[in-house]
């Protein structure tokens, strides 16, 4: 079984940064590659930020040079930090991770609950 929890989440200015963290309760962390995704209501969930298991890391084109996604394979845990927030960031992100997957933006196996950010103008 893999469990994710998100965290980090919350009410932020426009302009301003957060940082979220999704810890995953596996022994093998560092064979999996995490992504972060996130949803508004009546829209689908979207890519965000990958990071797979070799390293590699992705972003989609509406977060390039704001966000960073990064791992702490002995802590579990992958991080997204989000700089320079716009509004049309507010949305409810959320960790997945798939095994030896190569493939980043998509074809994941587990979701956490996912931590709601909001940010305002």
């Keep these: 079984q893999v469990q994710l929890e998100e965290s980090g989440g919350g009410l932020v200015q426009a302009g301003g940064s957060l940082r979220l963290s999704c810890a995953a309760s596996v022994r093998t962390f560092s064979l999996y590659t995490m992504g972060w995704f996130r949803q508004v209501p009546g829209k689908e969930r979207d890519f965000v930020a990958g990071v797979s298991w070799r390293g590699g890391t992705y972003y989609s084109d509406s977060v390039k040079g704001r966000f960073t996604i990064s791992r702490h394979n002995a802590k579990n845990t992958v991080y997204l930090q989000m700089n320079s927030l716009k509004p049309e960031d507010t ?10 997957r190569d493939t980043i933006t998509a074809g994941y196996d587990y979701w956490g609950q996912g931590t709601q950010v909001t940010v305002s103008s």
């Design 91 to 100: 949305a409810v992100y959320y960790c997945a991770a798939a095994k030896f």
